[in-house]
C-alpha cells in the first residue's frame, strides 16, 4: 500500500500537462519519503485532481495537499492558517488552507516546507478526538467525479 500503490492516481492525472503530472508525483514521493505512515487521501474530482494526508481517513485531519492545476500544482495546509510562515510563502487569505504554487520540483523549497509538514502533522494530530481513528499508510480514493472539467477533458455543456 502507499507510495507504491500509483496505477488509479496515475490514470486520474493523465489529461494534465506532462510537467504539471511530473511534479505531482515528485511531491507526492517528497510526502511519502517524509510520512510513510501518513494516508494519501485521492479526489479526482470536477475541475481537480487532489492529494490530501492524513493520520487517519478523514479529510478534517489532513495535514498536507497537492492539487493539479493546468499549469503547476498547489502544494498546500488544510489547517495553515494554524501553522506558522515565518517566511510568508504561503497564498492564501481563507480561514484556513495556505498553499505555494510548484512550477517544477527545483522550484520547491523542501527544507522549509519540510518545517512547516511538521508543524502541519502536529495540528493535524491534535484534531484526532478518538486514537483509534489513526489509520497507517493507506492509499484511499475518495471520490471520483463522472464529469471533468480540466485540461484534456471535453468541456461539460450546459443544457438549455
Keep these: 500500500m502507499g507510495k507504491s500503490q500509483d496505477k488509479e492516481l496515475r490514470k486520474f492525472i493523465q489529461p494534465y500537462p506532462k510537467d504539471v503530472q511530473t511534479t505531482a508525483l515528485w511531491l507526492r514521493d517528497f510526502v511519502w519519503d517524509n510520512y510513510p ?6 479526489y479526482d474530482n470536477y475541475n481537480a485532481v487532489a492529494l490530501g494526508w492524513s493520520v487517519t481517513d478523514k479529510l478534517g485531519q489532513t495535514f498536507c495537499s497537492i492539487a493539479l492545476a493546468s499549469r ?13 510562515d515565518p517566511e510568508k510563502r504561503l497564498l492564501g487569505k481563507g480561514n484556513q488552507y495556505r498553499y505555494i504554487i510548484v ?3 527545483p522550484d520547491f523549497p523542501k527544507i522549509y516546507m519540510k518545517k512547516l509538514m511538521k508543524e502541519a502533522w502536529a495540528v493535524s494530530m491534535a484534531k484526532v478526538k478518538d486514537p ?16 471533468k472539467r480540466r485540461p484534456g477533458s471535453t468541456p461539460v455543456s450546459k443544457k438549455k
Excluded at 503547476?72 to 506558522?84: A, D, K, P, Q, R
Design 37 to 42: 505512515t501518513a494516508n494519501e487521501l485521492i
Design 72 to 84: 503547476y500544482c498547489h502544494f498546500g495546509f488544510y489547517w495553515g492558517s494554524e501553522i506558522s
Design 103 to 105: 512550477n517544477s520540483p
Design 132 to 147: 483509534s481513528d489513526i489509520k497507517e499508510g493507506l492509499t484511499i480514493v475518495k471520490s471520483i467525479s463522472e464529469k
